[in-house]
């Protein structure tokens, strides 16, 4: 079966702090894509970033950077000194092309505090 | 950009009133989504459609209905509001094609409580 996991619910860092969304997902595709998404107050999810099964190669978006592992399954997310204004939760997501529809994790509530 | 707009921010409706919740995309998508959204499970699907006239079941159709009568609009009907289907509700759409590879792009939401 298809699976996503974002084992941290919440977590609460102080600005300027690094901080990293873990994501691991459960697959037997070869195939597959990987999300991330960012929903802030306003309740609208953005799409991020999306990773394909045959590129393990890590991506840096300005203060944001992703790291992706097949050999563990994971698709971490870092943000580098934060900011007050990267508040939101964060879903991770894999579609998989045995699967109809996407899957998503139950996301991670990310406070910075000033 | 693409827009994809929900025809309400708030909402507050009976027990038992049948209820409908409109969902508008102006960028020609051919997919279209509904989730809802309550703290601690995440997004859980209720339905999706390919097409016009076309729907499938998500994870969670009971107690829901859809109409896609046109491509740009999506809507999910509660035939009888129940107060367990008090929640967000995020629509969403993407462009034809792999559907695995586009991302979604989502509605800001519409905050339904079933009194």
């Known amino acids: 079966a298809q699976k996503v996991t974002q084992a941290q619910t919440e977590i609460s860092v102080v600005e300027k702090e690094d901080v990293t969304l873990d994501c691991v997902y459960e697959t037997r595709d070869t195939t597959y894509y990987l999300f991330w998404y960012k929903q802030p107050p306003s309740g609208e999810l953005v799409f991020l970033i999306r990773?394909?099964?045959?590129?393990?190669q890590n991506e840096i978006s300005g203060r944001y950077s992703w790291n992706f592992q097949k050999s563990t399954s994971s698709f971490n997310f870092t943000i580098t000194a934060s900011q007050v204004v990267d508040s939101a939760v964060y879903f991770c997501a894999l579609s998989a092309h045995r699967d109809d529809k996407i899957i998503f994790g139950k996301g991670t509530r990310l406070h910075i505090l000033p | 950009d693409v827009k994809v707009t929900q025809s309400s921010r708030y909402l507050v409706k009976r027990t038992g009133e049948k209820v409908f919740l409109e969902c508008v995309q102006d960028?020609?998508?051919?997919?279209m989504f509904w989730y809802r959204q309550d703290p601690g499970l995440g997004l859980r699907l209720i339905y999706f459609s390919y097409d016009v006239k076309m729907k499938e079941k998500g994870d969670i159709p009971e107690g829901y209905s859809v109409s896609r009568e046109k491509k740009e609009r999506f809507s999910l009907i509660l035939e009888s509001a129940s107060t367990n289907q008090t929640s967000m509700y995020l629509c969403?759409?993407?462009?034809?094609?792999?559907?695995?590879?586009?991302?979604?792009?989502f509605g800001p939401g519409t905050r339904l409580t079933v009194t």
């Open positions: 969403a759409s993407s462009p034809a094609g792999d559907r695995h590879f586009y991302e979604q792009y």
């Open positions: 960028m020609d998508h051919e997919n």
């Open positions: 990773r394909n099964s045959f590129d393990e």
